[in-house]
C-alpha cells in the first residue's frame, strides 16, 4: 500500500558527502515519523536519524554534527544529507516510514521500509 524508494548511494572518498532520498507513494494518508536505518555487513541495524512531520530530528551519537535529515512533506520525501563521510559509515541505509492509509474501514498505521541503498566510503 505504501513503496519507499531509495536513491543517492554510490561510492564516495572519506571526507566527501552524499545525499540520499527516499520518495513515499501509494494510498498515503498522512506520514508521522520518517527515519534513516543503516546496516553494516556483519553487524545489526542501526538507527541513523529520524524527523517528525512537524520537523523535529533525533540523531545518532555517531553522525551527530555530520548528518542532516530533512523532508518535504508535500512530496512524501526524506533526504539524508550526509558529510565528513568515513569508512565507518559504510553500509546499506534503508528509509523508515510511519504511515497511515485509507482502508474500508477507517485509517490504519503501519511501519514501512525501503529496499534500501548502499553506501560505501572508500579511497
Known amino acids: 500500500q505504501v513503496q519507499l524508494v531509495e536513491s543517492g548511494g554510490g561510492l564516495v572518498q572519506p571526507g566527501g558527502s552524499l545525499r540520499l532520498s527516499c520518495a513515499a507513494s501509494?494510498?498515503?494518508?498522512?506520514?508521522?515519523?520518517m527515519a534513516w536505518y543503516r546496516q553494516a555487513p556483519g553487524k545489526q541495524r542501526e538507527l541513523v536519524a529520524t524527523i517528525t512531520s512537524g520537523g523535529s530530528t533525533n540523531y545518532a551519537d555517531s553522525v551527530e554534527g555530520r548528518f542532516t535529515i530533512s523532508r518535504n512533506n508535500a512530496k512524501n520525501t526524506v533526504y539524508l544529507q550526509m558529510n565528513s563521510l568515513s569508512p565507518e559509515d559504510t553500509a546499506v541505509y534503508y528509509c523508515?516510514?510511519?504511515?497511515?492509509?485509507?482502508?474500508?474501514?477507517?485509517?490504519?498505521?503501519?511501519?514501512?521500509w525501503g529496499q534500501g541503498t548502499q553506501v560505501t566510503v572508500s579511497s
Open positions: 501509494g494510498s498515503i494518508f498522512t506520514i508521522n515519523t
Open positions: 523508515n516510514a510511519y504511515a497511515y492509509v485509507r482502508g474500508s474501514g477507517g485509517y490504519y498505521g503501519a511501519d514501512y
